[in-house]
């Protein structure tokens, strides 16, 4: 499989992360304030119900992705999980997004669970699947770029479409995305189940103590793994504090919209760079490399104040530029980890791996919140009294520098590069014989696909 994907297939392959990107912006941002005041449940109801929703989300990930690596369906286990998942998610959408006039806590309750099971059942097999379209170090890098630049430019289409069409209210903008989601999703996941195929995977994967025994030797997954939530969390602090600061340090809140644009557009525009980096840097290296760029350009923020819109916009477009490459070059070492498991005998669980990948994701997001809120509180922070804005500007361009810097040691020297992924993939499909010399299964002074603990090789 290492010829490029065909540039229709590679299309329609990205265009479902356009819609699926859409729907996370009503879910985070529009849905808690439209139930707790238009619907009328009050802020501690809704925060108690969302919380136990997520919570939900983040336990259905690995469940679905290591059912998934072992179900039979009629499409394949990818595309006939997002086939099963779809409905749901539409279904769930409608209900949630324009609920009725008598609708109360269970109904929020009920149709929140079921909206992140369809999510979970369609992003999921989405991404494992984007994992085992190519076994190439840098096609992958490509696969994922796309679906992560439709992504990027879905989350820009959420923000934008509602005030574009004079709906700006919460629950006028959940009915905008509502009707934008029924005609998208159908659109763009029949296109890719129609037009991009499923291959066939190395092997079953193996039974469940087995499988946990080789994940917990899986030492690159869990340096990847750390190194991710560390960079989410990262960059999650200052998306959180996004509103505050722009309304009290900057104090230009009437420019939210078109910075948060400008943001956005960056990262759309600054991906093909990265990815051509990746073909001579490596991947590890330039993702690496782009965390530096956004951790130097964030390190000027604490020097801003009120009325610096010009250089504020100009640091949101440098930092934007490293957006789209931080989340498709991870999720492209994501897929070479799995060759560890694969070329160690785990069978095909890209999406057990994802499913963990996803958890990571959604406990970087509740980190930021939980970090950022009480340290603000703590420092007595005031925005209208104009207290405790230095700690606003420490907590959203400083300490996500500091943990950046922590992500980037962990990935610098990543053990996965270019010549070990190859090393796996040809122990995976058996490219040599087994007693060549040098090959992966052969004499312990060959290249030996699982990781040797007493070599102190990660």
Known sequence: MAERLPRGQLLAYGLPGLPLAVLGLPLYVYLPGFYAEEVGLGLTLTGALLLIARIWDMVTDP??????????????????????GAPLLLIAATALFLPPADAGGGHLLL??????????????????????????????????????????????????????LGRDEPGQALAVLTTFLWLAVPLTVGLALWRVPEPVTSGEPIPWREGLTLLRGNRPFF????????????????????????????????????????????????????????????KHRTWAASMLWAAAIFATVPLLGAGDLVAFSLIVVLSGLSLGVDMALPASIQADVVDEDTAAGGGGRAGLFFGLWGMATKLALALAVGIAFPLLDLAGFDGPAGEGLLALALLYGGLPVIIKITAVALVWDFPVDRTR??????????????????????????????????????
Do not use: C, K
């Open 111 to 164: 149709w929140s669970l079921l909206i992140y099971l369809g999510w979970t059942l369609v992003t999921l097999p989405y991404t494992a699947w984007g994992a085992e379209l190519s076994d190439d170090y840098d096609e992958r890098s490509r696969i994922t770029g796309i679906r992560e630049g439709a992504v990027v430019l879905g989350t820009l289409v959420a923000a934008l479409l509602p005030p574009l």
């Open 421 to 458: 992924q190859h090393q796996l993939q040809g122990s995976i499909h058996h490219e040599t014989d087994p007693s060549t010399p040098g090959h992966p299964g052969s004499d312990p002074g060959g290249l030996d696909p699982r990781p040797d603990p007493a070599s102190g090789r990660l």
């Open 63 to 84: 469940v679905v992705g290591s059912l998934g690596d072992r179900l039979h369906l009629p499409l394949g286990r990818r595309r006939g999980l997002m086939l099963l």
């Open 223 to 282: 340096r990847l793994l750390l190194a991710y939530a560390a960079n989410g969390t990262a960059n999650a602090l200052p998306a959180t504090l996004f509103l505050l600061f722009v309304e009290h340090i900057i104090q230009r809140p009437d420019w939210t919209g078109t910075l948060l644009g400008l943001y956005f557009v960056a990262g759309i525009a600054g991906l093909p760079l990265w990815l051509a980096l990746a073909r001579r840097w490596g």
